[in-house]
């Protein structure tokens, strides 16, 4: 049972004291690894794993092949001005390799899953000795985990596996008793820039959680290209999170007067606290037509814009 600190309970200066304390205990004089996405969690963790080791941490960006636009150069370039020397690992072809013919929402998580940590972790691992991955589980994952909602890619233990038997080292989480809106307040106090703290949630299976059916590069540019706009348009709104979801079928459109079976794009833009229940923004109609209008005529192959009116539940934040 993991003891919630909510936002009302949180003392930011005392839970940074101790998380920083307990890092440095449980590496004592190793070496501790951590993934950093550029998301909200994996940033607020690399800050308290550089606060807690400095030197001892090794931070490094997986450029899996399924992250936005330009991200990997972005979040390097944010992290370096902050004094954290991020190391960028090209594993997109074991991913994708991973996802080869995979439709299966859960199968595909499964796959994005294994080639994280055991293949690209373990390989890292035992180049650099390193027996720690400090990574951003945070409570809500294991919520839904949990619950058989969704298994998100993060979550172990509550499951019954064992990450030193199963990848040879142990996982450290020190957001995990905290909230989306927790987690925000613990980056403010760490000095990330709000560009980092108060950005948008963003799936552990990044673009992959954003597309139905097979997982290809192809199929993950035209979500990423959606998502430019996307995230464009919608990025004053105020909402909880916002995002492109590629459909399955080819829907039946025109172009040039002629009949053009092409891709289908959802929109989903959300009002929540803590993502354990939602509501689809009010956008106004104009705002929409305009998203509809660009994506369509900007995004190769796209006929068709759609967006999502379901609260969750019974949906859910993200498609897969």
Not at 115 to 141: M, N, P
Not at 162 to 182: M, N, S, T, W
Not at 295 to 302: D, L, N
Request: hydrophobic share 40%; proline share 4%; net charge neutral.
């Amino acid at each position: 049972m993991i003891n919630e600190i909510t936002l009302e309970q949180q003392n930011t200066v005392e839970f940074i004291r101790a998380k920083t304390d307990e890092i440095r205990a449980a590496v004592g004089e190793g070496i501790a690894i951590n993934a950093l996405s550029g998301g909200v969690d994996s940033s607020v963790v690399t800050m308290l794993g550089h606060l807690a080791l400095g030197k001892q941490l090794r931070t490094v960006f997986i450029e899996n092949g399924l992250m936005r636009e330009g991200e990997a150069n972005r979040v390097r370039s944010l992290f370096q001005e902050l004094g954290v020397t991020v190391e960028v690992i090209d594993a997109r072809r074991e991913f994708f390799a991973a996802l080869k013919g995979i439709t299966d929402p859960e199968e595909k998580r499964e796959a994005i899953t294994q080639t994280f940590y055991k293949e690209v972790f373990g390989r890292i691992v035992r180049e650099s000795q390193a027996r720690f991955l400090l990574q951003g589980t945070i409570l809500t994952d294991i919520d839904e985990t949990v619950a058989g909602i969704k298994r998100q890619h993060n979550v172990f233990e509550q499951l019954g596996i064992d990450p030193q038997k199963a990848f040879g080292y142990k996982i450290l989480e020190p957001l995990i008793q905290l909230r989306k809106e927790g987690v925000r307040k613990v980056g403010a106090a760490v000095g990330l820039p709000a560009e980092l703290f108060a950005r948008i949630p963003f799936p552990g299976p990044a673009l992959a959680a954003r597309v139905i059916g097979e997982v290809t590069p192809e199929r993950v540019d035209t979500v990423r290209k959606a998502t430019v706009i996307v995230e464009r348009h919608l990025q004053h709104t105020g909402a909880f999170q916002y995002l492109a979801i590629l459909h399955l079928d080819r829907v039946t459109g025109m172009r040039d007067g002629k009949r053009d079976f092409g891709q289908q794009i959802e929109i989903r833009c959300w009002d929540s606290k803590d993502a354990r229940q939602a509501t689809p923004t009010a956008l106004p109609f104009d705002l929409l037509r305009q998203l509809g209008d660009e994506i369509t005529a900007s995004v190769p192959g796209v006929v068709s814009v759609t967006y999502n009116i379901a609260s969750k539940p019974p949906s859910t934040i993200e498609a897969i």
